[in-house]
């Protein structure tokens, strides 16, 4: 059986640095008694405490990470860890992560009778006979597995409408490298988690056929964190006739340290949204930021706590997302001293606001990119908003599969490996924070600065001296020019800034739409996905 615990709502006192949950959401009662402890339980919660001390012994555990953990060969116990390195741990470990382990992509089977195994969508009628097709396949690619969670099965727009999906991100690739760099700089595209290597494939495939001088100069190069996924691209593409273009490079993006220097696009289709958050609440008197930090026990059950803020990366998190007076991370009514008070003083309220998902990780993909590919532009596409997702503030869906039925969960503190944890990104946070870490040449604030600036109030008002004039002689639509780099033109003109495309209107600019149209003139490449955006 699976163990995890349901969230908690949480109460602190403002003099203390760690804070325990005290009141929970399970269905107890105060006059239920908790059952004996064993080893086969679900959802199952101890106790309630309206206690705000930790245990100490949970304090006492050692504080990992999980790049520490990728030695272990099976989930940890008396340990303790920031919600983000649980949440890594529980996708990414070698030994039992959901990705190295259980994750298999779909793909729709080669007797499908399209081209290269794809649906041949001009057959069908329309979107519904469509659909009942896709999930026969999905029965079929799914058959075999045990009881209980088993084969964790999903799909991509890459997957279900190859080889059109993946021509489109080429041709919106090799129309910009033509207009700006074709032929005096070589074609290099880094594709980071390219799952069973279809983009890689299908991107080369149309490159070699339409483009062969572009193909001729193009350098392909895969960064796969999983060991099973990279050797399985590496053989593929091999296979396909693409090794003299191609690397696959075993290893994850966070760990990257080779410097790109020549001009390259950096692709990440459906990659960021698997990427770990850390949590964080405010407390409600102060408005205080406390970061999340989940123990596990003896028996292997996981106890949420909050403590202030220490860690490097959510303070420069916090700090950049106060200097860019992005939207506060608060419910409207928890925004006014008088309703909040109001609030706080409601019977059985929690005095820490709902918890707030940030993405640090994503924030250190922007920092090694523009640390280590300085002439790059970034495409990324990911889902904006997401169904069935956990309490809170930019809260991820956790979700295994049982069967051919996806049970969603509610709360990230889940047997690790055996569960699908996905958040949406918010594009326009993102955008701006991608902008403005680009416009910075030097190095990140110092630490302890920033760490400071993450315990202010996240109403108090921040005014940047970046933001006071610095682009009053320049266009906003175009980045500052680098240092010995001239545009196309010769000038020394700065890139375009990127742009947050709808799904549609990206596949309607550089997609052959005419490939994916059903007979009644629906077009599921372009209609499904609603919840999809690109950044390029």
């Known amino acids: 059986m699976l163990r995890s615990i349901l969230s908690c709502n949480h109460r602190c006192c403002p003099r203390q640095t760690h804070l325990q949950a005290y009141f929970s959401s399970t269905a107890l009662t105060a006059n239920d008694k908790p059952p004996s402890k064993h080893n086969d339980k679900i959802n199952y919660n101890p106790d309630i405490s309206f206690s705000t001390t930790v245990d100490p012994k949970h304090l006492k555990y050692p504080m990992l990470s999980s790049h520490d953990l990728e030695s272990h060969r099976k989930p940890p116990t008396r340990v303790r860890m920031l919600v983000r390195d649980f949440i890594e741990d529980s996708l990414y470990n070698p030994h039992y992560g959901y990705f190295s382990k259980r994750a298999t992509i779909f793909t729709a089977p080669p007797h499908c009778g399209g081209v290269e195994g794809g649906f041949d969508f001009n057959k069908y009628r329309d979107s519904a006979e469509f659909e009942v097709d896709v999930a026969k396949r999905y029965r079929e690619f799914g058959n075999g597995e045990e009881d209980g969670p088993g084969r964790q099965l999903w799909h991509t727009p890459t997957e279900l409408f190859k080889p059109w999906y993946g021509q489109a991100i080429a041709q919106c690739l090799v129309s910009e490298y033509l207009l700006k760099y074709f032929p005096y700089e070589d074609f290099k595209v880094y594709e980071l988690g390219a799952g069973n290597g279809t983009l890689a494939l299908n991107i080369l495939d149309f490159l070699k056929t339409h483009y062969p001088d572009v193909y001729d100069r193009t350098q392909y190069t895969i960064i796969e964190i999983s060991e099973k996924l990279a050797l399985a691209q590496r053989h593929r593409l091999h296979q396909q006739g693409h090794s003299q273009v191609v690397d696959v490079v075993n290893q994850s993006v966070f760990q990257w340290q080779r410097k790109e220097h020549a ?18 609440r405010y407390d409600l008197k102060t408005l205080e930021a406390y970061q999340g930090v989940v123990a596990v026990d003896e028996m292997g059950d996981f106890v949420a706590f909050y403590t202030k803020i220490s860690d490097p990366l959510i303070a420069s ?15 409207r009514f928890l925004r006014s001293p008088t309703l909040r008070k109001l609030y706080a003083s409601l019977p059985f309220a929690p005095n820490l606001s709902p ?6 990780r994503l924030l250190s993909l922007l920092k090694i990119l523009r640390t280590h590919f300085p002439r790059h532009r970034l495409l990324l596409s990911d889902f904006s908003s997401l169904p069935d997702a956990v309490p809170g503030l930019n809260a991820p869906v956790v ?6 039925t996806m049970i969603p969960c509610g709360t990230v503190f889940v047997q690790q490996g055996w569960f699908d944890i996905m958040f949406p990104t918010d594009f326009a946070a993102l955008r701006e924070m991608y902008e403005f870490l680009l416009s910075q040449a030097g190095p990140d604030a110092d630490e302890q600065d920033e760490l400071s600036y993450a315990r202010v109030s996240p109403l108090a008002s921040s005014t940047s001296p970046l933001s006071l004039g610095a682009d009053f002689f320049s266009s906003r639509a175009r980045r500052s020019p680098l240092d010995g780099v001239t545009s196309a033109s010769g000038l020394p003109v700065g890139e375009r800034k990127s742009s947050v495309f709808s799904h549609a209107e990206y596949l309607e600019t550089y997609a052959d739409l005419e490939k994916t149209r059903l007979v009644n003139g629906e077009n599921p490449m372009v209609g499904f996905y609603e919840n999809v955006k690109v950044l390029f």
Do not use: K, M, W
């Not at 001009?263 to 964080?280: L, S």
């Not at 979700?399 to 051919?404: A, D, S």
């Open 399 to 404: 979700q295994t599969r049982v069967g051919t």
């Open 355 to 360: 918890p707030d998902y940030i993405p640090t």
């Open 263 to 280: 001009p390259c696009y950096v692709v990440a289709a459906e990659v960021v949204d698997n990427f770990a958050h850390d949590v964080v």
């Open 317 to 331: 998190y916090l700090a950049l997302r106060r200097r860019l007076s992005l939207p506060v991370p608060l419910p």
